[in-house]
């Protein structure tokens, strides 16, 4: 059976464990059209409720 013939390095783990990371709010990619809040594609938007031109959310005040 194939043995790594080096131990991984700190750095190089690191390294390859730095893309599992979750990006910084770069998902938003689309808008809604009732709003035009920042939307998630295929998700009912979170600001107004709507998906796919009618409401299907009951968003509540937060404060
Ligand atoms: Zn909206």
Redesign the pocket.
């Given at each position: 059976m194939a043995v790594p013939k080096r131990k991984t390095s700190k750095s190089k783990s690191a390294s390859r464990k730095a893309q599992n990371t979750k990006k910084p709010i770069a998902r938003a990619s689309s808008?809604?059209?009732?709003?035009?809040?920042p939307?998630q594609s295929h998700h009912a938007?979170?600001?107004?409720?709507?998906y796919n031109g009618r409401q299907v959310l009951t968003v509540v005040a937060e404060d």
């Open positions: 808008s809604c059209s009732q709003c035009g809040a939307v938007c979170a600001s107004c409720g709507y």
